[in-house]
């Protein structure tokens, strides 16, 4: 990776502007860098989704006037993530919470929050189906995408969607980190491989991109391309937005344990992780972009060693910027990626979050 690390150089100086006159370091600027220099010193930021919102049995109701100091993985590892994750689901639609019940003025104070305390946020989007009336999951029509797009029967309605979850990322007054459209190769959301055609899918990833820079002036974001990562290189780029709208590259890719077990399902987890992550690395260098690993984890943590076995020796060769492990729910028991105060693999946890080339963020 050392060839890697001087190419990221030069990005960094690329982006910083090598000539007499230092340009003005806009705050998506500084975010772009600080993601950069993680890379090229070999350090990954770790993530968390909806850290400071709720936790595996707990969630903040009486949110107003509360310090937001919990958080499953600051009771497991001390430290508090350094990136977290929050889903914009439901905002579409006006609602004041989202599809997983958090409030959008709590997601708010909490990305302000976490931002302020040197932390960096991230928003993935899950938004209902705006042609059948369904959730993200309902792939009952290949005609959704195309419904959404110019002279589309839902365009119009769409704009007013796009509108809602702009006015909600431009209230926050702080860089993030935008993942629309992601997991787009597999085919279990309207927006996935099998429900609309490349140019469809380029379109909407446009589209949102243009609403959101020229029409509202919201240049303070991060655009991440964030598809399954089992699809292979050429998948990844037939779907690619271009360089124009992509800021970092991302991957999900999860564990997933089958009839062959824990141990079967880990040593998979790590081929795929390694393999997806190989092709993510030569698309970065070629392209100059940042990468991460925008989604991943292990449902309900059944390997005790998990992180310091599975997920580090998977990816600690790659230059990527951050790792985030999905949400801990709350209302369903089994349904958690991060470790809790008493569980088994919070020793785990820790050993990983210790390691020097790991960051969380410092209290
Ligand atoms: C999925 C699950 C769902 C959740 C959705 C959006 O992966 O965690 O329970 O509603 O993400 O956060």
Redesign the pocket.
Known sequence: MRQAFSILTLCVLVACGSGNQKPMETPKDKLVHQLFSFAETGKIAYGH?DDLVYGHNWVLTEWENDPLERSDVKDVTGKYPMVMGF?L?GIELGHAKN??GVPFGLMRKAAQKHVERGGIVTF?W?PRNPLTGGDAWDISSDQVVKSVLADGEKSGEFKLWLRRAADFIESLGVPVIFRPWHENLGSWFWWGGKLCTAEEYKELYRHTWLYFTKERGLTDILWCYSPNGDCGPQAYMERYPGDEFVDILGIDTYEYVGHGGVEEAGVRYMEELRSALTYLTAISYEHEKLMCLSETGLEGLVDPQWWTARLMPAMQEFPISYVLT??N?HD?PG?FYAAWKGFENEADMKAFAELENIILLKQ
Do not use: Y
Request: net charge neutral; glycine share 8%; aromatic share 8%.
């Open positions: 989704q889903d689901g599809l997983d993935s899950h999905w949400r729910a369903k349904h």
